[in-house]
């Protein structure tokens, strides 16, 4: 029964919450106070340890914005999600999380992007040591050609590890992509043998054999069938204990589905009738999804644009 306040009782096992209806049941006389049921303390939101904070972030090529005014954070263990139509901005904001706009002639990341407090773009900042912390997964699986074991212990070979070392380092790599049991007994085939989805995990694998903090996806299932997609899925959410992880996906249900907090981008026109990508909103994906504070966000996720 509910109390005439309204609260529902909470934490209170169903099967002793029953009355039976063959027992007599005492009531209050009239007149009688009644204690109020206490009320129950909401539990309050964890802290989040911000792993990046970008403000005022703003990407130009060859002197003309692709992206403007993107400020958030993206706390760790946490998986975050880009959204957004093409030509939005996306993955230009995540390539700018482990510095690959440094390998593009023109490109140029204004604003502040602080990984741990520490500015990504400060001029004593090794990028090749960002990319080592900061491993990315892109859109079509890439493997080298390669055996699927020194597809995984290239980067550990480029660090320095030890070739005693490398056996654990590739099992546990591939234990940690969910690719161990279908692949251990072919370490010696060639990477590129592997299914689609295989490739992806493998990709995954060996993303995790340089032992980053962050893993970034660019769209990591575009090119994979639904089976191979839930795979990837299930995958990342057993990564987030260990990672953190931000995704960009076209795929709405997906970013629904996996992501802890999702950033919504649009493309505008500017003055000069080019496209420009801004972050419209960013907020806890259930959220976004069922109460969006923008209505270019609710207009997006309905499908009225996009």
């Excluded at 509910?2 to 609260?7: I, M, N, V, Y």
């Excluded at 539990?43 to 958030?72: K, N």
């Excluded at 839930?230 to 987030?240: F, N, T, V, W």
Aim: net charge negative; aromatic share 6%; charged share 30%.
């Amino acid at each position: 029964m509910t109390p005439e306040d309204g609260s529902v009782p909470t934490l209170i096992d169903s099967t002793t919450n029953v009355i039976d209806v063959t027992t007599e049941v005492g009531f209050p006389a009239a007149g009688t106070d009644v204690p109020d049921t206490p009320a129950v303390e909401e539990e309050p939101e964890r802290e989040r340890e911000l792993v990046f904070e970008l403000r005022d972030v703003e990407v130009q090529y060859s002197g003309h914005t692709a992206v403007r005014e993107v400020d958030l954070d993206i706390a760790a263990n946490e998986i975050t999600a880009f959204i957004g139509p093409s030509g939005c901005g996306k993955t230009t904001v995540l390539r700018c999380l482990n510095r690959m706009h440094d390998l593009t002639l023109g490109a140029e990341v204004l604003g502040t992007v602080s990984y741990h407090g520490e500015n990504l773009y400060a001029p004593k900042v090794d990028a090749a040591e960002v990319r080592r912390r900061i491993g990315m997964v892109f859109q079509k699986p890439n493997p080298f050609p390669k055996t699927i074991f020194d597809n995984v212990a290239y980067g550990p070979k480029l660090n320095g590890k030890k070739r005693s070392e490398l056996r654990d380092i590739v099992e546990h790599a591939l234990t940690r992509a969910a690719l161990w049991d279908e692949v251990k007994d072919k370490l010696k085939h060639s990477g590129l043998s592997l299914s689609g989805g295989q490739q992806q995990r493998l990709c995954i694998a060996r993303a995790l054999a340089v032992e980053p903090d962050v893993v970034l996806m660019d769209e990591p299932c575009s090119a994979l069938d639904p089976i191979a997609t839930a795979r990837i899925e299930d995958l990342m959410e057993e990564l987030k204990r260990d990672f953190t992880i931000v995704i960009v996906t076209h795929n709405m249900q997906q970013a629904a589905r996996t992501s802890d907090r999702t950033a919504f981008f649009t493309a505008e026109v500017d003055d000069l009738g080019r496209r420009v990508g801004r972050l419209i909103e960013y907020d806890v994906t259930e959220k976004l999804f069922t109460a969006p504070a923008d209505a270019r966000t609710e207009g997006y996720i309905t499908g009225r644009f996009g």
